[in-house]
């Protein structure tokens, strides 16, 4: 059973579309987070939810809008794509409590912006 | 405030040879660091983590890691490098004070020759 699992794998979209990446963790863990990898592999924070509630949100245009339906889902809706937000999202989940326990990864999803 | 610093962000070794990927840290707080790797089109997996025990860390596929309070460094070590160590390494740090919000630093490629 994947502990994190991401849909999809791969986007390829236009400029100006309007898409959704879903995110699913069985691990009942209570904070879930969105990264953006972009191609130079540097990994930024865009978003943290805990059971629900946003708690980090990170200098990310408005056109980027997470939504935490329960505290297993974690998805990520953009609104009128744009070149430069060609890269790899990781959703990825960790416990509570005292920090240690670091993050569990999805396998990520490359979004192709053309 | 964290960061991370991780020297390098090539780094080429023969196989069978030793690998050093190194990591140093900012944090105004205990840290708790962590290593990552990250294989081509795949997530990021956690090879090991300090989080206040031992300064020694062993992580998986031979890995270890150890934590130099002095140096604020966490660098990561094998003794012998195989071809399929090939890949992205990230190290990360996390403090009480940022909850369990991971900073990243701009990642090693390992590169292993025959």
């Known amino acids: 059973d994947t502990a994190v699992s991401q849909t999809p794998k791969y986007l390829v979209t236009q400029m100006g579309n309007d898409k959704s990446i879903k995110c699913e963790q069985n691990?009942?863990?209570?904070?879930m987070y969105w990264y953006k990898q972009d191609s130079k592999k540097f990994l930024k924070i865009m978003f943290s939810y805990n059971n629900k509630e946003l708690i980090i949100n990170e200098t990310v245009p408005n056109r980027f809008s997470p939504k935490s339906p329960d505290k297993a889902h974690l998805n990520l809706h953009i609104n009128s794509l744009e070149l430069g937000d060609s890269a790899v999202y990781f959703c990825?989940?960790?416990?509570?409590?005292?920090?240690?326990?670091?993050?569990?990864f999805g396998s990520g999803t490359r979004l192709t912006v053309v | 405030a964290q960061s991370v610093t991780q020297l390098g962000s090539h780094v080429s070794v023969s196989e069978g040879a030793l690998v050093l990927l190194r990591c140093n840290y900012s944090s105004s707080v205990p840290p708790y660091l962590f290593w990552y790797v990250q294989y081509p089109n795949q997530g990021l997996q956690l090879l090991l983590k300090?989080?206040?025990?031992?300064?020694l860390v062993k992580g998986i596929n031979g890995f270890e890691a150890e934590f130099k309070k002095s140096e604020t460094s966490f660098h990561l070590t094998k003794p012998s490098a195989h071809m399929s160590d090939a890949a992205e390494y990230f190290c990360?740090?996390?403090?009480?004070?940022?909850?369990?919000?991971?900073?990243f630093g701009g990642g090693t490629r390992l590169m292993v020759k025959p």
């Open positions: 300090y989080t206040s025990a031992a300064t």
């Open positions: 691990l009942g863990h209570d904070t």
């Open positions: 990825a989940s960790s416990q509570d409590g005292p920090g240690g326990y670091g993050y569990t």
């Open positions: 990360a740090v996390s403090n009480n004070n940022a909850g369990n919000m991971l900073t």
